[in-house]
């Protein structure tokens, strides 16, 4: 097969992506578009006088607005927080308590269960309590005065509180006799399959009170 045939064979075979005859393309003429470009480019902007009210009143609007007088103040100084509730804001003791009070009072062998920091102590008049802790701000000699008590009783009658019983039905004092501290403890930390040991000193400090009043208030008193 020649050259010359094969070339034409491939012509036929591709398509034809040339454009036609621009004669046939879509006319338009120039004058259609020459009006909306007249009226786009050449026509004057359009602006509404405004009058003088309308522009004293803008005047107005935008003006600097004088600077406010700035006052010095002083920080007030916090309002003392009351540690303990005032006689005139505290409950009324109930009939019932005050029928039974005398009774109880008038009865031997009182016992209570009194509260030091967060930790019950069933107590009676000369017991003498080893807290687990050493008491802050306390030195041998102190009279404390322990106003949380959940229960005070005798042999035959119990005055339960919810959950503490008023502080103005009885008195518990306790002395401060002094500080104690345990035996020094030591402790060996080891890991297993390692030689090496660390051994941990540990010394205890505990505060012994000892109870030496715990009376019943009379009611007639409150």
Same mark, same amino acid.
């Given at each position: 097969m020649s050259r010359?045939?094969?070339?034409?064979?491939?012509?036929?075979?591709?398509p034809v992506?040339?454009?036609?005859?621009?004669?046939?393309?879509?006319?338009?003429?120039?004058?259609?578009a020459a009006p909306a470009a007249r009226f786009l480019h050449q026509t004057a902007?359009?602006?509404?006088?405004?009058?003088?009210? +309308?522009?004293?009143?803008?005047?107005?609007?935008?003006?600097?607005?004088?600077?406010?007088?700035?006052t010095a103040t002083t920080p007030e100084a916090p309002a003392a927080v009351p540690t303990?509730?005032?006689?005139?804001?505290?409950?009324?003791?109930?009939?019932?308590?005050?029928?039974?009070?005398?009774?109880?009072?008038?009865?031997?062998?009182?016992?209570?269960?009194?509260?030091?920091?967060?930790?019950?102590y069933?107590?009676?008049?000369? +017991?003498?309590?080893?807290?687990?802790?050493?008491?802050p701000g306390v030195a041998p000699g102190d009279v404390l005065r322990l106003n949380r008590a959940s229960v005070i009783g005798s042999r035959d009658l119990t005055l339960?509180?919810?959950p503490y019983v008023d502080e103005r039905l009885f008195e518990c004092r306790a002395i401060v006799m002094g500080t104690e501290s345990e035996p020094m403890r030591v402790m060996?930390?080891?890991?297993r399959r390692c030689r090496k040991k660390k051994h941990v000193f540990s010394k205890h400090k505990y505060t012994v009170l000892r109870i030496n009043q715990l009376k019943i208030n009379d009611v007639s008193s409150l």
């Open positions: 010359a045939l094969l070339r034409s064979v491939l012509e036929l075979r591709t992506t040339r454009l036609p005859p621009s004669f046939l393309l879509p006319f338009r003429p120039a004058a259609a902007q359009q602006v509404e006088p405004t009058s003088q009210s +309308d522009a004293a009143a803008t005047a107005t609007l935008f003006k600097a607005s004088p600077p406010k007088a700035t303990s509730t005032p006689i005139s804001q505290q409950p009324p003791i109930s009939q019932q308590v005050k029928e039974l009070l005398p009774v109880l009072a008038a009865q031997p062998g009182h016992y209570t269960t009194i509260h030091i920091h967060g930790k019950p069933l107590v009676t008049e000369g +017991d003498t309590v080893k807290l687990p802790f050493k008491m339960q509180g919810a060996i930390k080891k890991k």
